[in-house]
Antibody
Framework: QVQLQESGPGLVKPSETLSLTCAVS?????????WGWIRQPPGKGLEWIGSIYHSGSTYYNPSLKSRVTISVDTSKNQFSLKLSSVTAADTAVYYCARLGVTTLSCWFDPWGQGTLVTVSS | EIVLTQSPATLSLSPGERATLSCRASQSVSSYLAWYQQKPGQAPRLLIYDASNRATGIPARFSGSGSGTDFTLTISSLEPEDFAVYYCQQRSNWPPTITFGQGTRLEIK
């Protein structure tokens, strides 16, 4: 059974870089699949941040692209998110998830439990 | 960029009733739409992918239909645990993006 677990600081100062890691168990990232990050501001809806293939190919939300870096470490079976120059608007629960992908579709399953990151001085 | 619009924003029903949730895309997404359920304090859970395929372990009372721009998630007979927020999601090939609808809150009447 594939399980994902997010980790990282729960509090980040404005203008600094948010860094999170998603540890994957029950499946080897190097075997395939895309992996992604999604966030949800308190009381609001879901926003896709970006996705990465096990080979390192990435796709980012155009609205965040200039500030986002997603990387993968197959040796540790984990992937990571960095979001730079954060503001209060980046306060959210951050989820990692595996993507099921076909030629024209994709879906997120399973998801990590999520981790709340607050941007505040 | 494809925009997904869900309606209604809130749906008030009683256990045992039938729920019909709508997701409309601003342009055709063929049959490539997913649905998720999210309960308070929990991560979203995949219900339906490719518009009509139930994910593993999802009860048969959940069904998805539609193609092109109009999609529906139907819960045939509501159980108490079905009251939650539901999101639709699609993928665009160009630009390569993933978008979610704004959600429909299904509440107990």
């Amino acid at each position: 059974q594939v399980q994902l677990q997010e980790s990282g600081p729960g509090l980040v100062k404005p203008s600094e870089t948010l860094s999170l890691t998603c540890a994957v168990s029950g499946y080897s990232i190097s075997s395939g699949y895309y992996w992604g990050w999604i966030r949800q501001p308190p009381g609001k809806g879901l926003e896709w941040i970006g996705s990465i293939y096990h080979s390192g190919s990435t796709y980012y939300n155009p609205s965040l692209k200039s500030r986002v870096t997603i990387s993968v470490d197959t040796s540790k079976n984990q992937f990571s998110l960095k979001l730079s120059s954060v503001t209060a608007a980046d306060t959210a629960v951050y989820y990692c998830a595996r993507l099921g992908v076909t030629t024209l579709s994709c879906w997120f399953d399973p998801w990590g439990q999520g981790t709340l990151v607050t941007v505040s001085s | 960029e494809i925009v997904l619009t869900q309606s209604p924003a809130t749906l008030s029903l009683s256990p045992g009733e039938r729920a019909t949730l709508s997701c409309r895309a601003s342009q055709s997404v063929s049959s490539y739409l997913a649905w998720y359920q999210q309960k308070p304090g929990q991560a979203p859970r995949l219900l339906i992918y490719d518009a009509s395929n139930r994910a593993t372990g999802i009860p048969a009372r959940f069904s998805g239909s539609g193609s092109g721009t109009d999609f529906t998630l139907t819960i045939s007979s509501l159980e108490p645990e079905d009251f939650a927020v539901y999101y639709c999601q699609q993928r665009s090939n160009w630009p390569p993006t993933i978008t979610f609808g704004q959600g429909t809150r299904l509440e107990i009447k």
